[in-house]
């Protein structure tokens, strides 16, 4: 049986990068999977071999070595709780037993010396990374990771409702729950960290701030859904996609689905390039990096989506492409109809994109 689906080459206008140190970080990565015994035997098998070292120095790729190893483990220890208990174990299921589950382990991040989970390899990692975040980070990033973790957890419950039950949200909630299920937003503080800068909050707090990291978020989970459409569909039991919730939500078939998923990227990368330009008028020099920040973890997430084994499935070949385009399939600047974030589009001027004459364009990026 071929794939269902053939995936295009998609639009990309950040160029790519990877730390030069992208094979050590691999290789240490694993060691630290099996020291720490993330997940049963046979996911920590496959987690390995899915490059997530090189994911990681893809997001980071100027970042500081330790930093870049510290991402590569916290992404893989993440696979552990999404892989593990919530889309292949029986928790997933049921979103309160997961509630316990997660709360206790957010416990043993906000308060690592508490005696809990003390044989829990899960926690025990957890309680690894958190003093390494806390080596990297300030206060600030380290109580902004551990909120960013709540986020992340508190959607995946939602998820798991939808799970144990067999519904698929509508296309409004569906967005909202992907902007934090995809874990995008417990990387963000680990963007600064790897740099060594801290965005003060006046500015990540900004609304156009956050829209912006919203925005890769959106790209991001977009891209995954759309290269993991192949691993998901063919999963036992049930699966959430955007792919699947266009089908749902307008009735059509998964081709036409790919291609107005594709289209809703392209606008939302669009629409973050262009923000992300007007934004860095008045940045910080800490808010241009974290600009940067989001556009290599937009650019790495789809490098790593195209060629990692998790997604290729060598044995079963996802029918995903080799390449990029520099162009959008979709380059309208109107508003996508998702009531969640259509407002992302008033936060610029409308236009045709052509930057006024004297002053305020948003060309010099
Ligand atoms: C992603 O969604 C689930 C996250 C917990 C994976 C950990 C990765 C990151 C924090 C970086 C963001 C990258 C992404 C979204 C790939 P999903 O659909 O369960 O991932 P899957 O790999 O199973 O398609
Ligand atoms: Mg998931
Ligand atoms: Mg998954
Ligand atoms: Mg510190
Ligand atoms: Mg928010
Ligand atoms: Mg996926």
Do not use: Y
């Given at each position: 049986m071929g794939p269902e689906l053939i995936v295009p080459p998609t639009y990309s206008p950040i160029p790519p990068a990877i730390h030069p140190r992208h094979e050590a970080i691999e290789i240490r990565t694993t060691a630290w999977a099996e020291r720490f015994a993330i997940g049963s035997d046979e996911l920590r098998e496959r987690l390995v071999t899915h490059g997530i070292g090189a994911f990681s120095a893809r997001i980071l790729p100027e970042g500081q070595e330790e930093v870049v190893s510290l991402l590569a483990d916290f992404v893989l220890w993440l696979f552990g709780v999404d892989d593990g208990y919530c889309e292949e174990g029986d928790l997933g299921c049921s979103p309160g037993g997961l509630t316990a589950v997660l709360h206790r382990l957010l416990r043993v991040a906000q308060n690592p010396e508490a005696q809990l989970l003390r044989a829990d390899p899960l926690a025990e990692g957890l309680r690894d990374l958190r003093s390494r975040v806390s080596r990297y980070g300030t206060e600030g990033q380290t109580a902004r990771w551990l909120d960013a973790l709540r986020e992340y957890f508190f959607s995946v419950v939602w998820e798991a409702s939808h799970r144990s039950e067999g519904t698929v949200p509508s296309l409004s909630d569906y967005t909202l729950m992907r902007l934090y299920d995809g874990a995008t937003s417990v990387v963000l503080p680990i963007l600064e960290m790897g740099h060594g800068y801290e965005l003060q909050p006046y500015e990540?707090?900004?609304?156009?701030?956050?829209?912006?990291?919203?925005?890769?978020?959106?790209?991001?989970?977009?891209?995954?859904?759309?290269?993991?459409?192949?691993?998901?569909?063919r999963s036992e039991g049930y699966y959430l996609n955007v792919l699947r919730?266009?089908?749902?939500?307008?009735?059509?078939?998964?081709?036409?689905?790919?291609?107005?998923?594709?289209?809703?990227?392209?606008?939302?990368?669009?629409?973050?390039?262009?923000?992300?330009?007007q934004l860095r008028h008045e940045a910080s020099p800490q808010l241009r990096q974290y600009l940067n920040g989001l556009a290599s973890f937009i650019r790495g997430s789809q490098d790593w989506g195209i060629t990692s084994l998790r997604y290729t499935t060598p044995d079963d070949p996802a029918g995903l492409p080799t390449t990029l385009r520099e162009t959008p399939t979709d380059?309208?600047?109107?508003?996508?109809?998702?009531?969640?974030?259509?407002?992302?589009?008033?936060?610029?001027?409308?236009?045709?994109?052509?930057?006024?004459?004297?002053?305020?364009?948003?060309?010099?990026?």
């Open positions: 990540r707090d900004r609304t156009a701030v956050r829209a912006a990291a919203e925005m890769a978020s959106f790209v991001i989970t977009w891209d995954n859904d759309i290269f993991s459409h192949h691993k998901e569909s919730v266009l089908q749902h939500e307008h009735g059509i078939g998964p081709d036409q689905a790919l291609t107005t998923a594709i289209a809703q990227r392209d606008r939302v990368m669009t629409l973050f390039m262009r923000l992300s330009a380059d309208s600047h109107e508003p996508l109809d998702i009531p969640v974030i259509s407002w992302w589009w008033d936060l610029l001027p409308a236009g045709d994109g052509t930057p006024p004459r004297c002053g305020n364009g948003d060309a010099s990026a």
